[in-house]
C-alpha cells in the first residue's frame, strides 16, 4: 500500500459518500445517471469475485464490501425509492449502456492475463469501469447546469482514478516486476474520460461561476 | 504468492 493508492481509494469512498448524501438529504437523483450507477455496480460484483476466496487484508476485504453494498444501494434507491425515483431524469439518460457491457466483455475475452472466469471477469471489470462514466457525462451535457454535490462527486470519481496512475508509477519504479498493463492503460482511458470535465470544474472553480458544460 | 498478490488493488 502507497500513499497514492491510499489517497485515491478514500477519494474513491468519498466520491460514493458524496453521492450518497445528495440523495438522502434532497431525496432527489437529478443529474445521476442511472445507468452509470448500475455500471458501477456490474463493475464492482464482477471484479470482487474473489471477495470470499482471497482474503488479502481487513482494508481490502472492507473496502469491497462497502463498495458494493454502496453501489447497490444508490441503485436500489433510483429504482425503487418513491421520493428519489420520481426525480430520475429518465428522459436525458439515454445513452446505451448495454453497449459498453457488451463491447468490455468482449474485450475481455480477447484480452485478459488468464483465461479463467475470475481473470475474465477482472479484466472486463476493469474495461467497463474505464467507460463507466459516459452516460452520466451525456447526460451532464445534455442537462448543461451542474449542482455542486453532482460536480463534486464526478471531480472526486476523476481524481481517484488519476491517483491511481500516481500508484501504478509509484509501484512500476519501486518493484521490480510489476507489470499491470490491463489496469494501467484502462486507467489512462479513464482518466482522459474526465480531463474535459475537469477543465471546465478547474474554469468555473477559478471564476468561482455555476459550472457550465457546452451543450 | 505471485497469484494472491495480483490484484492487491482494489
Known amino acids: ?215 | 504468492l505471485e497469484e494472491i498478490l495480483y490484484h492487491d488493488e482494489l
Open chain 1, 1 to 215: 500500500m502507497n500513499i497514492f493508492r491510499l489517497a485515491g481509494d478514500m477519494t474513491h469512498l468519498l466520491s460514493i459518500l458524496v453521492l450518497l448524501l445528495k440523495i438522502y438529504a434532497t431525496k432527489s437523483c437529478s443529474g445521476i445517471s442511472r445507468k452509470t450507477q448500475e455500471l458501477y455496480a456490474i463493475v464492482f460484483v464482477a471484479r470482487y469475485l474473489d471477495l470470499f476466496t482471497d482474503f488479502i487484508s481487513v482494508y481490502n476485504t472492507f473496502m469491497k464490501v462497502v463498495f458494493i453494498a454502496s453501489s447497490l444501494a444508490i441503485v436500489w434507491c433510483m429504482r425503487f425509492h418513491p421520493m428519489v425515483r420520481r426525480s430520475y431524469d429518465r428522459e436525458l439518460d439515454t445513452f446505451r449502456h448495454y453497449f459498453l457491457v457488451g463491447a468490455s466483455f468482449a474485450l475481455a475475452l480477447i484480452l485478459h492475463e488468464k483465461f479463467t472466469v475470475q481473470e475474465i471477469f477482472w479484466a472486463f471489470s476493469i474495461y467497463l469501469e474505464a467507460v463507466a462514466i459516459l452516460p452520466q457525462l451525456v447526460l451532464l451535457q445534455r442537462s448543461g447546469n451542474v449542482d455542486n454535490l453532482t460536480g463534486q462527486y464526478i471531480f472526486f470519481l476523476g481524481a481517484y482514478r488519476a491517483f491511481y496512475i500516481l500508484n501504478w508509477i509509484y509501484r512500476y519504479l519501486t518493484e521490480p516486476h510489476f507489470t499491470r498493463w490491463i489496469a494501467c492503460v484502462s486507467g489512462v482511458v479513464q482518466t482522459a474520460l474526465y480531463a474535459d470535465f475537469f477543465y471546465y470544474y478547474f474554469i468555473s472553480w477559478k471564476n468561482n461561476s455555476k459550472l457550465k458544460l457546452p451543450a
